[in-house]
């Protein structure tokens, strides 16, 4: 079992520049991959970013692609999102989540924490 907790989130311009952590609990966490998704209102759940167990492979969705980057500290046990370049469309709550399978679909990953709001102006 894995408990998520993120961290990070806020208020922020366009232009400006985020990270995001999501520590967690238990000794299984190098066992999992890990993804970022958000979700925006009234907006289904959207995949963001994912790294794989040993931080490599990555893959991110193309509109975050080379403004976010994904990263993860095995002896912190944290996942990392940083994002570079905000736009107002970035605006959503944003999840971690852990899964065993190398899958970017939302209801593949078995554990999600609370979120966290980033929120972005123009």
């Known amino acids: 079992q894995v408990q998520l907790v993120e961290s990070g989130g806020g208020l922020a311009q366009a232009g400006d520049s985020l990270r995001l952590s999501c520590a967690a609990s238990?000794?299984?966490?190098?066992?999992?991959?890990m993804g970022w998704f958000r979700q925006a209102p009234g907006k289904e759940r959207e995949f963001v970013a994912r790294?794989?167990?040993?931080?490599?492979?990555?893959d991110y969705a193309d509109s975050v692609k080379g403004r976010f980057t994904i990263s993860r500290d095995n002896i912190k046990n944290t996942v990392y999102l940083q994002m570079n370049s905000l736009k107002p469309e970035d605006t959503a709550v944003y999840y971690c989540?852990?899964?065993?399978?190398?899958?970017?679909?939302?209801?593949?990953?078995?554990?999600w924490g609370q979120g966290t709001q980033v929120t972005v102006s123009s």
């Open positions: 989540a852990a899964t065993k399978s190398w899958d970017s679909r939302h209801f593949m990953y078995d554990y």
């Open positions: 238990g000794r299984a966490f190098m066992s999992y991959h």
């Open positions: 790294i794989s167990t040993i931080g490599s492979p990555t």
